[in-house]
């Protein structure tokens, strides 16, 4: 299957440069391209696209504002947001994940990279590393003010496995490094997380993140970091 991309960027000659290396990558496309943020959303509404590439810093509507639009949108829950810009800063990321964004990535990306994020992205997994996972969701998710207040109940729908898994995807380890962990196979813990997911109506493994921390299932830990379940 190949992957349709939509490319949101206010600089026609770095959308130019993102459509060379993305058409040249196996199995992606890209559908189309916006100018700002109302664009890409009504693009996004038109087009229909596995990706939405965005760019944060646009005239008018800003990438964060638009990437709130797509993610809240029904008949977009298909479509994954992947933010792209210079500004890789922890508020850009929270505020990114916040919005529904599936991963945040920096525009000195080389092509294989970028094509490989877009893969990842479009299998709905986070594109976050562990360590600015806990970093950031310790920071801006887990802190008085930041994030609604804790429901606990959402989690009655899991079982004791899938929130052990919940909590341990939110310590920003992947499914192999669970998998070890758990001496479980990946395809195991793959199965589970995805069930997690769907029960919690998650698009995503980044927003499975946010859920962890606003419930209560996962903590910051006292260095600012994220505490990883024993």
Not at 8 to 21: E, I, S, V
Not at 171 to 182: F, H, P, Y
Request: with cysteine; glycine share 8%; aromatic share 2%.
């Amino acid at each position: 299957m190949t992957l349709r991309v939509l490319l949101a960027d206010d600089q026609a000659l770095l959308r130019g440069a993102f459509r060379l290396l993305l058409d040249s990558a196996d199995g992606i496309t890209v559908v189309g391209e916006a100018a700002d943020g109302e664009e890409a959303v009504v693009l996004a509404r038109e087009l229909r696209p596995d990706v939405v590439v965005m760019d944060i810093r646009m005239p008018g509507v800003d990438g964060l504002s638009a990437t709130a639009r797509i993610c809240a949108d029904p008949e977009l829950r298909a479509t994954r947001v992947l933010i792209l810009t210079t500004y890789e800063t922890d508020e850009h990321v929270a505020r990114a994940l916040r919005a529904g964004a599936g991963g945040f990535i920096g525009k000195g990306i080389g092509a294989g990279e970028l094509a490989d994020a877009v893969r990842t992205i479009a299998a709905g997994d986070t594109l976050l590393s562990p360590a600015a996972t806990r970093s950031l969701v310790a920071r801006f998710l887990a802190t008085p003010g930041e994030a609604p207040p804790h429901r606990p109940e959402q989690l009655a729908a899991l079982t004791p496995r899938e929130r052990e898994m919940v909590a341990l995807v939110a310590t920003g380890l992947s499914n192999q490094e669970i998998a070890e962990r758990m001496v479980l196979s990946p395809f195991t813990v793959r199965a589970h997380v995805q069930r997690a997911m769907t029960k919690l109506d998650a698009r995503d493994r980044a927003q499975l993140v946010v859920i962890a921390y606003r419930t209560g299932l996962a903590h910051a830990a006292p260095d600012g970091g994220a505490d990883r379940p024993s």
